[in-house]
């Protein structure tokens, strides 16, 4: 697990740490569907039967932080409303669209515990961490020494 649950005022968040951009979008989509899952709904998602697709979301102005938010609104809005619970994602950053080819179980199987209801601009963070950099952690999040990159994220439950 490369993300943590971020304690917040209100609302929840998180901090997510990967070493590229791309496995940064990708812990950030697990930390969102893990947030939102029970303890027995993690325990039972590897018994659905997986499906494969692909996602994309436009970034036009190529902005990592406003492509985080898009890529984690697509991930809410495919449970939601198409019904597609994301397990697992590889993604390539293209100069003004993320695509990813996604695992998906049948959101209708997947036991949740909160809901989400948006992704929040609220101390968004989107960065690289340069080598030897520390990120210091917050309670209950470690310290993250680079090279590496980090996303925070707050969540409007």
């Known amino acids: 697990m ?9 609302d929840i968040g998180f901090r997510a740490f990967s070493s590229s951009p791309g496995g940064l979008l990708r812990e950030a989509a697990l930390a969102l569907q ?19 697709g692909e996602w994309a ?12 938010v898009r890529w984690l609104e697509e991930v809410l809005y495919q449970g939601y409303v198409e019904d597609r619970w994301l397990v697992e994602s590889d993604l390539v950053i293209e100069k003004d669209c993320f695509r990813a080819q996604v695992l998906w179980v049948d959101a209708r199987d997947v036991e949740l515990e909160v809901e989400v209801k948006a992704i929040t601009l609220h101390d968004l963070a989107v960065r690289e961490v340069a080598e030897g950099e520390i990120v210091e952690g917050v309670e209950g999040v470690p310290s993250f020494e680079g090279p590496g990159w980090m996303a925070q994220v707050v969540l409007d439950i």
Not at 2 to 10: E, L, N
Request: proline share 5%.
């Open 57 to 68: 979301v436009a970034v036009p102005t190529g902005d990592l932080e406003r492509g985080l």
């Open 34 to 52: 893990g947030i939102q899952m029970s303890d027995r709904g993690a325990e039972l998602l590897n018994g659905h039967i997986r499906h494969v």
């Open 2 to 10: 490369s993300w943590w649950v971020m304690p917040t005022t209100a």
